[in-house]
């Protein structure tokens, strides 16, 4: 076991070096070198230098040694550890808040993104131990080992390390997997897996559950995620709905939810960027909301490079359109709002692709965020509209 292995001197990381396209932290302690895999879901490299922490390190001297760029290997009680990380999460607010910026809400948001990657690396910096089997051995922890493999799949039998912030995301997806997102529309629960974007924002679901179907043989469903879109279509009479994504995960995950709603016979799924191949009388796409880098797969449920996807929907729907076909378009205002896109940009890119809108059905936000004065971007999500936008070809 790793933590076995480590003193209270300190450990200076030597390497980070990729056996078999693993990456790996090594170090050594006295004459001994101790390795294990290092896991990151956002694929960031192993930390080069870590030191063994345990309960009697203080949530100041975490956060000193975090932004000098330390990472702190725990030894300690679990549930000492995460009350560990949030301190540390309060000082980083607390020196957030000092630093507020000053312009308009487009440097804001772009202040707010960064502020939220250096959080995230700051709290990245407190790492867990794992032994193979995914056995967590640190006093009062949990059983993990369930968790971890539905993330991660079946263990290789490998120690590994990987951030506490990390891990504890990991146990939470477990938990909304077993308690699933109740979906007022399907009348039912959707049941999100690791890595898989939750559809808890059921304004953009209910849009899809009332506009008014062109047709109920066929539907296409580009990104399908969790599958609750498609399952929508097929509560609401679609005879066939074909769902695509590009995840892994996501199509695992529309699987087991389309088996649970006992849809699995009326849902074909495919995996593809975007189209798969023929033409249908219904395309729904729901592409991440706002133009911006991702940094996490959960990320790209929300930031779109350089609007990739929306391009690429608008740009191939004609050639995917049967005739008096329709393609919808569910997607937030809040990047015109931050001054990320401008409406005349959208509407131009419709036109430059043979597009016409047929209607459009728009919808207030319901989240949290919406209403909460305290946050920096309230003004934009305050006014923020969600729309399902009823393009067809050109006539």
């Known amino acids: 076991m790793v933590v076995r292995a480590i003193t209270h001197r300190g450990i200076d990381a030597l390497s980070a070096e990729c056996l078999e396209d693993v990456p790996r932290l090594q170090w050594q302690v006295h004459d001994r070198t101790v390795v294990a895999r290092w896991r990151s ?61 000053a312009g308009d809400i487009t440097q804001v948001f772009h202040h707010r993104r960064m502020a939220q990657a250096q959080r995230a690396r700051l709290l990245g910096m407190l790492l867990i131990p794992l032994e193979p089997g995914y056995h967590l051995s640190l006093r009062r922890a949990p059983d993990v080992a369930l968790a971890c493999r539905e993330a991660w799949g079946e263990d290789d039998m490998q120690a590994s390390v990987v951030s506490m912030r990390e891990l504890l995301g990991i146990i939470g997806a477990h938990q909304w997997r077993l308690k699933g997102v109740p979906v007022p529309a399907l009348g039912a629960c959707i049941h999100p897996h690791y890595g898989v974007f939750s559809p808890v924002r059921g304004e953009y679901v209910d849009l ?28 609401r009479g679609v005879a066939q709905v074909v769902a695509t994504d590009n995840n892994l995960r996501a199509l695992d995950c529309a699987r087991d939810n389309f088996a649970r709603l006992g849809m699995a016979d009326r ?41 990739r996807m929306l391009r690429s929907f608008i740009d191939g729907l004609v050639a995917h359109l049967a005739p008096e076909g329709e393609g919808w378009l569910i997607l937030s205002d809040l990047a015109e709002r931050l001054g990320l896109r401008s409406r005349e940009t959208l509407l131009g890119w419709f036109d430059d692709a043979g597009l016409t809108v047929r209607a459009r059905e728009d919808v207030r936000p319901r989240h949290g965020k919406a209403f909460d004065p305290a946050d920096p971007l309230h003004l934009a999500r305050s006014a923020e509209i969600t729309s399902l936008w009823r393009l067809t070809a050109q006539g």
């Open 208 to 235: 899809v559950a009332k506009a008014p179907l062109p047709s109920t043989d066929l539907a296409f469903d580009l990104g399908t995620g969790t599958g609750v879109l498609a399952a929508v279509l097929a509560r």
């Open 41 to 101: 879901e956002a694929g960031l490299p192993p930390p080069a230098r870590v030191l063994p922490a345990d309960d009697d390190l203080s949530a100041d001297r975490a956060w000193r040694l975090a932004c000098e760029g330390t990472a702190l290997l725990w030894q300690g009680d679990f549930h000492n550890g995460r009350q560990l990380l949030t301190a540390m999460g309060r000082r980083i607010e607390r020196s957030g808040q000092r630093r507020r910026p």
């Open 267 to 307: 849902v074909t799924l495919c995996r593809d960027d975007l189209y798969p191949p023929g033409r249908a009388p219904l395309v729904v796409c729901n592409p991440p909301w706002l133009p911006g880098k991702t940094t996490s797969a959960l990320d790209a449920a929300i930031y779109d490079p350089d609007s």
